[in-house]
């Protein structure tokens, strides 16, 4: 998701359309010159006050007003594409503490798996780690109501709160996964936690705090080759990505990393220039993205030299989730042959999002530019193509999971707009591995926990990406001697 504050050359035409007459491109008074009527932006919204007075005299209940225009507004925007969205104050500020990383809460991270709510992990040191729940746990409740049906975001709004507020969290735990913690004093100081057990059912009370998420996670690998995963672009990713590329060399043999097995799936985006800090690290020339408004480009942006990745070894290693500024980080690699792509074909997201704060503590996300790998290559509903695909093959119709990538959301943007380029083609020597069943098991996988010797994963992707990033650097090895 592509996360910018409108640049000059964007937010005129929108104010403009506010305006009623301010001119573009300089500072020529407004003249008295009729608008024809498809132009006048007032007069199209005519028919909608004719509505909202038939709806506040003759509907069946008295009604609000501020209620029927909000929905009115969120109606309007919802209908551009899948991605632009009206956020009242609730939602607009719970949509920038996602962006910063931070917010309160009880500190878990959480998957939706169809009816099914499931623990990924909790956050360490946060109240839910120290109340006891576990990777694993399936959560049935929040405050004693059944959330089995519900959207994962609507759970997650649920349990996240003001700090120094109390949320009861029910979860279901299979018996093989240990009895529940034994609850702690009343008054000990360690968030209000506590678990009552009923069967295979636990109840924390949990004390909602300030929670810190970290974007990255990192390991050392054997041979020196440093993992690293990317959960998100959130303020400071780029920060945390060098910092855990310094700890890495702390550990390493000698010092120096031999190559970097980054791992992007299931990313979902979030701030684009994180992303573009980060795509710098690895090239020492050429371009990293450009982007385009109405067929013009408004912005090519290009790399500068002294990436503190540039002379290594890459592997990226994406799937079906992998989306928007994560794609655009990949297809810089991928376009500047500087990484081999291991994986799936990514979501297809590669439309930009541009934020409008709005009076009264709302705010607007509206899209307003497509992306570009270097080539050329519009990432929007169509993704990254890896170079080398692993596929699920031996999974039965029955088992295979039902994929959902942007082409196949409800009014999506195509490819390219009106004045764009047709996209090269992407699929040409591409190696395709059958995975099996278990082709990808990122999903709660926490770096600690995985062996130092990936060729012996469980993990499809993981042991394919590790096995080529090894090869890789055995290869510059003799080269170089």
Partial sequence: MRIRQLSPRVLLPTVAAFAGGL?????????????????????AVAQLGRVLVQVENHYVDPVERAKIVEGAIKGMVDNLDPHSSYLPPDEWKQFQSDTEGKFGGVGIEVDGRGERLIVIAPIEGSPAARAGIKSGDQIIAVDGEDVMSQALDKVVKKMRGAPGTKVKITIHRESARGDAPAAPPADKADGGAHAVRAGQTLVFEVTREVIHVSAVNY???????????????????????????????AEAKGGAITGVLLDLRSNPGGLVDEATEIADEFLSQGGIYSMRHRGEIIEDLKARAGGAFADLPVVVLVNEWSASASELLVGALQDNKRATVVGANTFGKGSVQSILPLPNGAGLKLTTARYYTPSGHAIQADGIHPDVVIESGTRGPAEAPKITRERDLPGHLPGE????????????????????????????????????????????????????????VGAKNVFTK
Wanted: net charge neutral; proline share 6%; charged share 20%.
């Fill in 219 to 249: 390991k050392l690998l054997d041979g020196n080759i440093g993992y690293i995963r990317i959960k998100q672009f959130q303020e400071r990713t780029h920060a945390e990505t060098m910092a855990a590329t310094a700890k890495l060399r």
């Fill in 417 to 472: 707009g009106p004045a764009g380029p047709a996209a090269p083609a992407r699929d040409g020597g591409v190696v395709v591995i059958d995975g099996g069943a278990g082709a990808d098991v990122v999903s709660g996988m926490l770096a600690r926990d995985m062996p130092t010797d990936p060729s012996t994963s469980a993990d499809v992707v993981l042991r394919v990406g590790y096995q080529m990033l090894k090869s890789q």
């Fill in 23 to 43: 001119a573009l491109g300089g500072l020529r008074a407004p003249t008295a010159e009729a608008t024809p009527e498809t132009q006048n932006a007032y007069q």
